[in-house]
């Protein structure tokens, strides 16, 4: 399959009821940019304001997923988004006329019609995708829920359950991938224990259910009058309890359907980490509370990585300045001299080159039988190949010298050794102007990030 980022053919409605609110509401699921993601619409509110899919926003998980930023709520996120990443679209905004999307059977069935309906379009951006390397956890102690990520050639998820109960018991459900998710997993409905609905229904915190978009299983034995309540409460003039356990006549449409909702409720939680991943994600007894803070985690290490990704050069080509070339331009020389080689260099940023030795004349005494290059000069070496970035804008750069201005946010995260190959990126934070450079580097070596700063430099004319 193609990794171009995908959007919606043209906007698709949806009408029904919120769960939890028991209002009327509208969804228009709406075409998105490259590089859009998924956000929800407030159409309801002054300045429509919009909520985006992060997981960042969520605030509550006690009765599904629910968002909130700057007083602006969404509840119940997780169907919608599931049914999304499950047909592998990547930008659509949400339309709400209410805080809620409607709940329809209690499953994806129907946003993913809506969406197919819609037509799938592909879209120029590569689609950027998350490859897990290695095995990422969140336990909630109290619990004892967990999930863990991974590596996998493919998105997969599976769901282990236990539900404590003699009605439903102990529960599995997989997703090998997501190409299966509309047959395997869109269908699956959202479930309640009886016990459950008696405090939902107490505390009216269910205002939208009926027996079409919720399976209530019966974990208690129920009296005459709470049997009552609940006709009254579904608008049903006779219930009854089948043999399988559950209320009314609903017929399972997989006798494994609560595993396989809880893990259509996984993959709608975790689009909140905002990236798609490669990896797979094994899930014991997983909720809204520990699937969101798993997606929190999640994003938190993948916007790290993000910016300290190590760009990745090709050290057998020939460089764009050797040696030579490099004293040409700097005024620098042995045994100050700190960069080896040029690799690229444009008018907004340059990538350099040093082979780390054991000759260098610091190792003598930093530090005898434990050598690691100073940090300082691991600055200077980039400030060293930042100087032929600002240099390159003069004709004559022999009669240069560059003088330090000052450096900001100086970060060293890892030891550089020798035998260590160290490469400098250096790229302007503003554009030259009389002669001085403001630009962020990046010291990299064993394909981490070993240093960063914000060095600004100025150069002069020979006296």
């Known amino acids: ?39 929800f619409k407030r159409t309801d509110l002054e300045g429509e304001p919009i909520i985006e899919a992060d997981a960042a926003y969520v605030v509550n998980t006690q009765r599904g997923t629910n968002l909130e930023k700057r007083g602006v709520k969404i509840q119940t996120s997780e169907h919608v988004l599931a049914a999304l990443v499950g047909l592998e679209i990547d930008n659509v905004l949400i339309e709400l006329n209410a805080p809620e999307p409607p709940i329809m059977d209690g499953s994806s069935k129907f946003f993913v019609e809506a969406l197919e309906e819609a037509g799938i379009v592909e879209q120029e951006a590569e689609r950027e995708i998350y490859v897990v390397k290695e095995v990422i956890s969140y336990k909630d102690e109290a619990t004892g829920s967990e999930i863990t990520v991974i590596p996998s050639d493919d998105y997969q998820i599976t769901t282990m359950v236990d539900f404590g109960t003699k009605v439903l018991g102990t529960q599995n459900a997989t997703l090998d991938k997501l190409s299966d998710f509309k047959v395997e997993i869109s269908e699956a409905r959202t479930f309640s224990f009886l016990h459950e609905l008696e405090m939902l229904l107490e505390h009216g915190l269910i205002k939208g259910g009926d027996l079409n978009n919720a399976i209530v299983y ?21 219930l009854s309890i089948k043999p399988n356990g559950i209320l009314d006549n609903l017929t ?5 359907e609560a595993a396989r909702h809880k893990l259509l409720d996984v993959i709608g939680d975790v689009a909140l980490a905002g990236t798609r991943i490669r990896g797979k994600i094994i899930a014991n007894k997983p909720g809204h509370f520990v699937n ?5 985690k999640l994003s938190k290490i993948i916007k790290l990585e993000k910016r300290n990704k190590v760009p990745q050069y090709d050290l057998n080509q020939p460089p764009l300045m050797d040696i030579h070339q490099i004293m040409e331009v700097l005024p620098h020389r042995p045994p100050f001299l700190l960069i080896d080689r040029i690799l690229e260099l444009s008018d907004t940023h340059v990538v350099g080159m040093k082979n780390v030795t054991m ?14 290059m100073p940090g300082v000069l691991q600055v200077e070496a980039m400030a060293q190949t930042g100087g032929i ?6 004709p004559d750069p022999e009669n240069y010298l560059t003088f330090f201005m000052k450096m900001d946010n100086v970060k060293f995260k890892q030891k550089v050794l020798p035998g260590d190959t160290l490469t400098f990126h250096c790229s302007l934070i503003t554009p030259i102007r009389r002669g001085i450079c403001h630009m962020q580097a990046y010291a990299y070596a064993n394909n981490k990030l070993v240093c960063e700063a914000e060095l600004m430099a100025q150069i002069a004319k020979k006296k």
Request: glycine share 8%.
């Open 1 to 39: 399959m193609s990794n171009k980022q995908r959007t919606i053919g043209k906007e698709v409605t949806l009408s029904g009821v919120g769960l939890h609110t028991g209002e009327n509401v509208t969804m228009k699921l709406v075409p998105a940019p490259e590089n859009h993601g998924y956000a």
């Open 218 to 238: 019966v974990d208690k034995e129920i009296s005459e009058e709470t049997m009552k309540k609940l006709e009254k409460a579904f608008n049903k003039k006779k």
């Open 252 to 256: 399972l449409h997989h006798p494994n």
């Open 292 to 296: 969101t803070q798993f997606a929190k």
């Open 359 to 372: 000759n260098e004349n610091f190792f003598v005494g930093h530090f005898p039988g434990a050598p690691v």
């Open 389 to 394: 970035l600002v240099l390159s804008t003069v």
